[in-house]
């Protein structure tokens, strides 16, 4: 279900507000959470451009809420997990303020993030899914490898994969960062560009400590807005 957004006239404090494409009730589609109700809020603009992007619809537009505004709307659709993403929900300095808010409301939180931009201001309660860009994505230059340091055992590193090329990489960085050792590691086919069959198989064949993941919603639902 997902709610609409529309720009209220009221007069704001850019400070107060967060710019956002969406606010939605879904299955996760992603993670160690897959399959469990939650509610997304999808935040506008993204610095990078991945080729495979599938949620280039966010890079502009959306309308400002304050959060207190976003806070309603997430609580009325009711459930105990919520999901800040974008775009890129870290472009904008507001986000790690609304994360610490939705903790403190007591729901259990990721944050969905490139990994481009400092995650050392996300409050310790909030789960960071750190999707480290591959070659392939065409943006791996921007991985702000610091970050690393401020991973816990309950936040997560995705690889997204375009291809073999892409495996190998994520195996180096794997074996070289020692990211088994951090949290939990998550490897995901692009779709139409790698068989996820094919991804699997080399998983099993070099004995890697990670999940495969497809996207459970698209399976469901299809690439569009709203799931």
């Not at 997990?81 to 890129?88: F, I, M, P, Q, S």
């Not at 099993?204 to 807005?225: F, I, T």
Request: net charge negative.
């Amino acid at each position: 279900m997902n709610t609409t957004v529309t720009e209220k006239p009221a007069a704001v404090s850019a400070a107060t507000t967060l710019r956002v494409t969406e606010i939605f009730h879904s299955l996760q589609g992603e993670t160690s959470r897959t399959g469990l109700p939650t509610v997304f809020v999808r935040l506008t603009g993204c610095p990078l451009r991945c080729g495979y992007c599938d949620t280039a619809y966010a890079f502009h537009g959306g309308v400002s809420l304050t959060l207190d505004e976003i806070l309603s709307r997430v609580a009325a659709l009711g459930a105990h997990y919520v999901t800040l993403t974008g775009g890129e929900p870290l472009a904008q300095k507001q986000a790690p303020e609304l994360l610490r808010r939705l903790a403190d409301a007591g729901y259990s939180v990721s944050l969905e993030t490139s990994g481009a931009l400092d995650v050392s201001a996300v409050d310790p309660r909030i789960s960071k899914i750190l999707d480290l860009k591959t070659p392939g994505s065409g943006e791996c230059e921007r991985n702000l490898w610091s970050n690393l340091a401020h991973l816990t055992p309950h936040d997560e590193i995705k690889f997204v994969l375009c291809d073999e090329a892409d495996y190998r990489w994520a195996c180096e960085q794997i074996r070289d960062h020692g990211l088994a050792s951090l949290c939990p590691l998550l490897l995901s086919p692009v779709h139409g560009k790698l068989e996820p069959r094919q991804l699997a198989e080399w998983i099993l064949r070099d004995r890697l400590p990670v999940r495969l993941q497809l996207q459970l919603h698209k399976l469901l639902w299809g690439e569009k807005p709203g799931h």
